[in-house]
């Protein structure tokens, strides 16, 4: 595991100032980090990470300022306390005797928008998920892909106006494929103009939570693969704003926990199996090269990512950046709860034994034990919403080729520095295949 910069989140102080001559006259606001005294941010169980806390404004110390602090271990509150900022970095220590993470939290007593977290793992490759998967969990699946294939795929392509540049590349279409669970899949299907058969690649990418269209996969037909990016709940692409915002806030407005106590209702069936249909779709194109198949999405996509190579073994390469998804029983064993929160936990058992039930179907540690595809995972160390804790044991049950870059500066996020790695990992991968025939 190669060693990354140390933890570093700044948010800075909120300053109101009123005229030109105030704003120009005004210092930068401060700047507060929280860094490991390692820069990987991980250890072994029983060792002790120390948070180095430090305030600055101007690029130089900010001495004397009262700092709050507190520490969760694994999401449940350990330690609080009080300290001053000094020339030099003030210590946090923490420790954990088992496998899991610690998070450092940071506000100035008098401005809570001045605010650092830091982040720090303990034995994480022995994280593994709570409980087992359902004994019927193929059988399961299998029946929702008989479903699935009782449904003709009818699919239908909209020609969408491209620019000229791209135009000379690429052609794009609004696919619309008919699917189960209530909803097509919907999305942009993009292939390089003239494509021969059996010459490209293929790509397909899964959103995250909330409610939007499909983004135009024109770059990856430039690029010379055939490329499909879907929406999380089959609606139309390409409308406004308000489009969606209506349907974020009305019909949609909470789908992660529809259904969610019956394993037949729950939301993420239909999603699932738009991820299948999706996956059909493509290799049925007569450009697919009949090899090469990648699955990539953040959060909610890096879950249905997973969820993809879990249920098809033709994909060769998958992709997840922060999944969501992952352990969905971790609350039992005392961990925060992960996107989509489903259930929590009272005295080591689930809050709700129907949605306890249903989450076992939908966990992308049970897909991952039947991933072949090479797997990257990206990891967010401070990420609150998809928990480290909770991708780490997800991450245990990948059988076959995997990596993981864990990143100590960033939450739940897919900034640069994540997406510049794992774009390369896809180009590598793709020369690797092509390269042997």
């Not at 899949?185 to 939570?209: D, E, L, M, T």
């Not at 194109?285 to 990512?305: H, K, M, N, T």
């Not at 179907?361 to 072949?372: E, G, H, N, S």
Request: charged content about 20%.
């Amino acid at each position: 595991m190669r060693p990354l910069p140390a933890l570093l989140l700044v948010l800075l102080g909120a300053t109101s100032l009123h005229t030109a001559e105030a704003t120009a006259a005004a210092a930068k606001p401060p700047v507060l980090t929280v860094a490991t005294d390692r820069p990987e941010a991980l250890y072994q169980a029983g060792e002790t990470a120390r948070f180095r806390i430090a305030l600055s404004q101007d690029g130089k110390p900010v001495a004397g300022r009262a700092l709050k602090w507190s520490l969760a271990r694994d999401g449940a509150a350990t330690a609080n306390g009080t300290v001053l900022s000094a020339e030099q970095p003030v210590e946090v220590e923490a420790s954990l005797d088992r496998p899991g993470f610690a998070l450092c939290t940071v506000t100035a007593t008098d401005d809570a928008t001045i605010k650092g977290l830091g982040g720090a793992g303990f034995a994480v490759e022995a994280i593994r998920p709570a409980g087992e998967p359902p004994a019927d969990f193929h059988q399961f699946w299998q029946a929702q892909r008989q479903a699935l294939a009782a449904v003709a795929m009818n699919p239908r392509l909209d020609p969408v106006a491209l620019d000229a540049k791209e135009g000379e590349k690429a052609e794009l279409f609004d696919l619309r494929l008919d699917c189960v669970g209530g909803a097509p899949v919907a999305g942009y299907y993009a292939r390089p103009k003239g494509a021969a058969k059996g010459s490209c690649p293929a790509w397909v990418n899964f959103h995250g939570a909330g409610v939007r269209s499909a983004n135009r996969p024109t770059w990856q037909a430039v690029a010379g693969r055939i490329a499909l990016d879907i929406n999380a709940h089959g609606i139309d692409n390409g409308k406004d704003a308000a489009f969606y915002k209506e349907l974020d806030s009305g019909s949609l407005k909470g789908y992660p926990h529809f259904g969610k106590q019956d394993r037949e209702k729950t939301y993420f069936r239909g999603m699932f199996l738009r991820v299948v249909r999706a996956l059909e779709f493509i290799k049925a194109q007569p450009e697919w090269d009949g090899r090469i198949l990648v699955a990539y999405g953040s959060s909610q996509g890096g879950f249905q990512a997973l969820v993809a190579a879990g249920l098809d073994p033709q994909v060769t390469l998958c992709v997840a950046f922060v999944p969501a998804g992952c352990d969905h029983l971790g609350p039992t064993l005392g961990r925060r709860g992960t996107w989509p929160w489903y259930l929590g936990a009272k005295d080591g058992a689930p809050a709700d034994a129907a949605v306890a039930a249903t989450a076992g179907y939908y966990d992308a540690a049970w897909f991952a034990r039947d991933i072949k595809a090479e797997t990257v995972v990206l990891v967010g160390l401070i990420d609150t919403t998809c928990t480290p804790a909770s991708i780490y044991a997800m991450f245990s049950q990948i059988p076959g080729a995997k990596t993981m870059l864990p990143y100590p500066t960033i939450g739940h996020a897919m900034p640069p520095e994540m997406t510049k790695p794992a774009n390369q990992r896809v180009d590598e991968h793709i020369r690797r295949m092509q390269a042997v025939r």
